[in-house]
């Protein structure tokens, strides 16, 4: 079971930025699809961005061109650049390895504890 730590949260002004780490334990890091997601309060859990195995992203429309995904398969680390904040980017991020199937695209591992993201206005 890979575990999986999430760390760069914090309290930032709108516009400013932060860049979440998540490291994951166990091998064979770099054959997984990788993805962020958040939490706000009272809402559900949605993906941030993805990334493949081979390194192509995809972002939901709410962060295009602000947010950018990175990946180094070394340290078995994924990384989420945020760019331009907005109040609306707080929530708790996560990540996960992502499964795509047939029938959608699942989640791999237990969640880990997340990291905090604040934005003031």
């Known amino acids: 079971q890979v575990q999986l730590v999430e760390s760069g949260g914090g309290l930032v002004q709108v516009g400013g930025s932060l860049r979440l780490s998540c490291a994951a334990t166990?091998?064979?890091?770099?054959?997984?699809?990788m993805g962020w997601y958040r939490q706000a309060p009272g809402k559900q859990r949605e993906l941030v961005a993805g990334i493949t195995s081979g390194g192509s992203t995809n972002y939901a429309d709410s962060v295009k061109g602000r947010f950018t995904i990175s990946r180094d398969n070394a340290k078995s680390t994924v990384y989420l650049q945020m760019n331009s904040l907005k109040p609306e980017d707080t929530a708790v991020y996560y990540c996960?390895?992502?499964?795509?199937?047939?029938?959608?695209?699942?989640?791999?591992?237990?969640w880990g504890q997340g990291t905090q993201v604040t934005v003031s206005s």
């Open positions: 996960n390895g992502r499964a795509h199937l047939s029938s959608g695209t699942f989640t791999l591992w237990s």
């Open positions: 166990g091998s064979a890091f770099s054959i997984y699809a």
